[in-house]
């Protein structure tokens, strides 16, 4: 009998394939353009394909979940908790990434020549993040709470980074139609049903081309990595390889040890299960660096084989993808003190205090988005008077880093969905089994 291979498996397969592609086209001496040209558009094509699905699968299940929800003194039981967990663990994330840093200190072990070089080498990438974060430090506190309410909801949702506002107004429309008769929201109602059941029939289409996206976009991220000078590029990584590893071994301590403790102090869900059931979302992370990006994935996952309730997921995942970013404000904790410790600046307890609260604020200010964590990092060395230039320090390694932080971002988000879910007293079915999910029917 024919075996099928299952998706997560062919996803691996092409994680690999796309590692030994790139190597051998470095080492080989195949010119970059070749692979930006012709291997890096296929990558691309399936994330876009994933972001198209986002918006309109956010809007059409919250407005679904909200209206099944039945009252909306739930929703907003729901909505406490939700942000409730979300900032503990972020501060959690946050002390661990201090803690590791500074047990392992791996600043103290750069040389000061290497440390003159990445500055040196890194100085006009680090200016434009700089820049990047001007807009935001100009802004008052209370921004945010503006930045949630879209002027126009159609540009708020041709805009993949107004998720908030998308969610805002999807909620806006479930309280509403909660509150019309019936019969007058149910041809709404229906249509969203409809919508939201072809959108999770489009997810299954893109996954089909997931291992050959992962494959073209793990390509391009080594190529690129490389450089002109790829035994120059492996040299500065294994400079920061202390920095690195420490990052790495706080997002582990995350992943391994926190969600599993904290799933298990709640309910009785088996942390390998979960495991199990998420795979193919932490496998998206780690390839597109987009938690936002993940999202449907992370959606149809959390629904269809870990059984949470669909009222519950389209509303903690989306605020999940803006808001909660565990691995990224583990890694501007880290990042920052690496920083401070490579360029011979002490740090104060107070200073170190600073970090969590603004590692916990600039991480929910980041953007699901590659990168989005090393920009928003500058508000945190600003708060500690580290100069931001430093930034040029940690840049070499980000995207390998931002990788592996993102599937604690996603893997985060999907253990707080099942808490939610679970205190709201859900029974979870899982239904690990539903990998075959991504079939054409
Ligand atoms: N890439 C991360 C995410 O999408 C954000 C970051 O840390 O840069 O979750």
Do not use: W
């Not at 990434?97 to 500074?102: I, K």
């Not at 992370?298 to 509303?315: D, N, Q, R, W």
């Not at 995207?399 to 029974?427: F, P, Q, W, Y």
């Amino acid at each position: 009998m024919k075996r099928k291979i299952p998706l997560h498996l062919k996803i691996v397969i092409g994680l690999i394939a796309g590692l030994v592609c790139g190597l051998t086209f470095i080492f080989s001496g195949v010119p970059a353009h070749i692979t930006i040209h012709y291997i890096k558009p296929f990558g691309t094509i399936f994330v876009n394909s994933l972001k198209m699905i986002a918006v309109p699968l956010v809007l059409a299940s919250l407005i679904v979940g909200v209206a099944n929800l039945g009252d909306i003194s739930k929703l907003s039981r729901m909505g406490g908790k939700t942000i409730g967990v979300y900032i503990l663990t972020t501060v959690i994330a946050t002390t661990i990434g201090l803690t590791v840093v500074n047990l392992a200190q791996p600043g103290k072990f750069i040389k000061e020549e290497t440390r003159m070089e990445l500055l040196a080498l890194y100085e006009d990438s680090a200016s434009k993040k700089m820049e990047a974060a001007t807009v935001v430090k100009n802004e008052g506190p209370l921004q945010p709470l503006v930045d949630m309410v879209p002027t126009n909801v159609f540009q708020a949702a041709a805009d993949n980074r107004s998720m908030l506002q998308v969610v805002f107004f999807a909620v806006l429309i479930g309280i509403a139609l909660l509150s019309v008769p019936k019969e007058k929201g149910a041809p709404l109602v229906s249509f969203f049903n409809g919508l939201n059941e072809v959108i999770l029939k489009i997810i299954d289409f893109v996954m089909l081309l997931a291992p050959f996206g992962v494959f073209a976009l793990i390509t391009s991220i080594i190529v690129e990595l490389a450089g002109k000078n790829p035994a120059k590029a492996l040299e500065i990584l294994g400079a920061l390889g202390g920095y690195g590893a420490t990052v790495i071994c706080g997002l582990a301590l995350m992943v391994f040890a926190v969600y599993p403790l904290v799933l298990s102090f709640f309910s009785r869900f088996n942390y390998f299960r979960f495991f199990r059931g998420i795979r193919q979302a932490q496998l998206l992370a780690f390839s597109t660096s987009s938690s936002s990006a993940t999202l449907p994935v992370t959606m149809e996952c959390v629904e269809k084989k870990l059984g949470v309730p669909e009222e519950v997921s389209s509303f903690v995942l989306p605020l999940g993808a803006t808001i909660n970013m565990d691995g990224t404000s583990l890694y501007q904790a880290v990042a920052a003190v690496f920083i401070a410790q490579a360029l011979g600046i002490e740090l104060a307890i107070s200073q170190q205090i600073m970090i969590v609260v603004t590692a916990t604020l600039a991480s929910i200010g980041s953007a699901g988005v590659p990168g989005a964590g090393m920009v928003m990092l500058v508000i945190v060395l600003e708060a500690i008077n580290i100069p931001a230039a430093g930034l040029a320090l940690i840049i070499a390694p980000d995207r390998i880093l931002d990788m592996c932080r993102t599937v604690v971002n996603v893997t985060g988000d999907s253990m707080v969905t099942m808490l939610v879910a679970k205190t709201e007293g859900t029974k979870l079915q899982p239904n690990l089994d539903e990998e075959d999910a991504v079939e054409l029917d």
